[in-house]
């Protein structure tokens, strides 16, 4: 196989390689010679073989599907672990694995994620590894966002004063959205000036929230 070949296939043609494999029972023989690939590299898009040679990243790359939109969700295609997310071997077979958008992270920001920090997800999607969507906290903030998202059982829905949404004044919004339109501001980052989780921010953004403003 090789890093010579043709290892990035089209999304469409990978989703149809995959497929043909397991729902046509085409071989990795007749799907190389129609995609024009090697016949590994074919069993590495159906997900039956693992790269070698590969980088991390390069082979974080070959099980990760893109949203269309720039603001969607990117779907993991292999391997979950608990609590739904994805998950990759570092490497040698006594590295231990990682979680996918955790390495996405570190793929985004080109370093390690601080110690005592996780990665945690704004679009409250575990198998989502869209950099965007990413940010990173301590454990007490990602209990605080569980709990910001009613994912924690609590007395009484969070409705009214005690949503975080309302909290935010049609000032704070106007503004907020201006400042993200303008570049440079992650929904972490306007949560943290606001005083909102970022889940509120995307909303707002999104005009899931404050929809007529
Ligand atoms: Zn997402």
């Given at each position: 196989m090789g890093r010579k070949g043709r290892v990035c296939l089209e999304i469409e043609d990978r989703h149809e390689l995959h497929r043909r494999y397991h729902?046509?029972?085409?071989?990795a023989e007749t799907l190389a010679a129609a995609f024009g690939i090697s016949r590994s590299t074919a069993q590495i898009i159906a997900g039956v073989r693992q790269p070698r040679g590969l980088t991390l990243a390069e082979r974080y790359w070959l099980k990760v599907v893109r949203g269309e939109g720039p603001d969607d969700c990117w779907a993991w295609t292999a391997r979950t672990s608990g609590f739904g997310y994805g998950s990759i071997r570092r490497?040698?077979?006594?590295?231990g694995s990682v979680p996918a958008h955790r390495l996405s992270w570190e793929i985004a920001h080109g370093c390690e994620v601080p110690a005592g920090m996780n990665v945690l997800h704004s679009c409250d999607n575990p198998p989502c590894t869209n950099p965007e969507h990413l940010f990173t906290g301590t454990q007490l903030d990602n209990i605080r966002d569980c709990v910001a998202k009613g994912r924690f059982v609590s007395?009484?829905?969070?409705?009214?004063?005690?949503?975080?949404?309302?909290?935010?004044t049609r000032a704070d919004v106007d503004e907020m959205r201006a400042l993200y339109r303008g570049g440079g501001w992650t929904y972490a980052q306007l949560g943290a000036r606001y005083g909102v989780c970022s889940m509120s921010i995307l909303r707002v953004i999104k005009r899931r929230t404050w929809v007529a403003v």
């Open positions: 729902e046509d029972g085409a071989t490497g040698g077979a006594k590295d007395r009484r829905p969070a409705y009214g004063e005690d949503n975080h949404a309302a909290k935010l």
